[in-house]
């Protein structure tokens, strides 16, 4: 069964980024959807690399993914990996199983092993605002919490991101995590965002300081280009979960980050490590070193989301997955099949393939959004916009 036909759409979903989806349709008429990972300002740039991508792609078996994949590394990128890269192969990968699962008849949780578990807990980002005051930012937190979800994240620093900051900034951090554990209660999951800023002689302090509020994990308080300066706080902090990930995107990445022992709990992107395949693999990796997986999603709720689903049900060191709830609203518009979302879970789709489709015609009518002159603006507070990553739960409850 023979790829014939690689097409992108750029969506605007009406928030700080536009999404990237695939369509990629054999010679014989099944499709399948896939996403690649952005960040705002370069989605036209994966979308025309993952064009290019395609050219390699198309007249191969839609069955052999993993050669495919080699064949992209050695004679697309010439062994040279790296973001932008893994991010548009990822959306042809995904898409590429969820046409196999289809013409198998199965979820792709049970084409590749069976589920784990029965429904997938999911943690919610994407809530806060850089532009409101921590009292605005506690009242959308509670709502989160209306909501039914039962953990959130968000980066409690003030900007702009610096690796060395002031007291000030470490108290109002130490203040906002204090008044988000008021007001949301004991048993709410806190998961604590540092996107790799801080210096360890800060994110050590500061950690301790945040111990009395139980967070629920503390993540990349240090650049990982550096995996030791992660690997150094997470040794001065025993007891509190540390994770790393979510800028690794290469098996090689994360194989330095676990004999690094760096983090308990890993975190990487389905849409831009390489799609399921990949993921699998650092999965496995990782269980050895008794280092759980949380998904990363800074992605949809459509796609991104039920590829981590698929992902996250099979796994057995599955923790908690990321989900982006200010971007439903838009994809729940263009989705013929969403993924259903109650209490923190995500029910396991049992139709093939992903589980979910998305109307074509609803999906162009929200094309590609130039930012302009408010892109540097947008890319600011992308932080605020765009909250914090991802944690799941096993069979009936693991972790909050």
């Known amino acids: 069964m023979q790829i014939a036909r690689i097409e992108t759409f750029l969506f605007d979903p009406g928030t700080a980024k536009n999404l990237l989806f695939c369509r990629v349709e054999t010679e014989s008429g ?3 959807w896939g996403e690649a990972y952005v960040t705002p300002g370069k989605e036209q740039i994966i979308e025309k690399l993952l064009q290019a991508m395609a050219k390699y792609v198309i007249g191969r078996s839609v069955f052999n993914i993993r050669h495919t994949a080699q064949v992209l590394f050695e004679d697309f990128a010439m062994r040279r990996a790296s973001l932008d890269l893994l991010s548009a192969w990822s959306a042809i990968e995904i898409a590429s199983w969820d046409i196999v699962a289809k013409h198998a008849g199965l979820p792709i949780y049970n084409l590749l092993g069976g589920a784990s578990r029965e429904r997938v807990k999911v943690y919610a980002n994407g809530w806060s605002s850089g532009t409101e005051s921590i009292e605005q930012n506690v009242e959308r937190a509670l709502k989160v919490k209306e909501m039914g979800y039962t953990a959130l994240k968000w980066d409690p620093f003030p900007g702009p991101w610096r690796s060395f900051i002031h007291r000030e900034d470490e108290d109002h951090v130490v203040r906002y995590v204090q008044k988000m554990r008021e007001a949301l209660g004991p048993e709410f999951g806190l998961l604590i965002e540092c996107h790799r800023r801080l210096a360890p002689m800060h994110a050590v302090r500061i950690g301790h300081r945040l111990r009395e509020f139980d967070i629920g994990w503390y993540e990349e308080p240090s650049l ?4 030791e300066l992660v690997a150094e706080v997470r040794r001065a902090m025993p007891g509190v979960p540390i994770v790393t990930g979510e800028a690794i995107y ?6 330095q980050a676990l004999a690094a022992r ?3 709990i890993i975190n990487p992107d389905i849409c831009n490590c390489g799609g399921i395949s990949a993921m699998l693999d ?3 990796m990782a269980q050895p070193h008794a280092v759980a997986m949380s998904p990363h999603n800074y992605n949809s709720t459509l796609i991104g989301l039920a590829a981590t689903v698929q992902l996250s049900a099979m796994i057995p060191n599955f923790w908690l997955a990321e989900c982006f709830i200010n971007l439903k609203p838009a994809c729940d518009e263009i989705a013929i099949t969403p993924l259903t979302i109650k209490d923190s879970f995500v029910d396991l789709p049992t139709t093939p393939g992903h589980g979910i489709d998305l109307d074509v015609g609803k999906l162009k009518s929200k094309p590609y959004r130039d930012m302009g002159t408010k892109a540097g603006a947008k890319l600011r507070s ?4 765009f909250p914090r990553k991802n944690y799941t739960v096993a069979a009936t409850r693991t972790g909050f």
């Open 262 to 264: 760096a983090a308990d």
């Open 282 to 284: 650092i999965a496995a």
């Open 30 to 32: 099944l499709y399948g």
């Open 224 to 227: 990982c280009d550096n995996i």
């Open 382 to 385: 992308y932080t605020e916009e």
């Open 250 to 255: 290469s098996k090689e990445g994360f194989m």
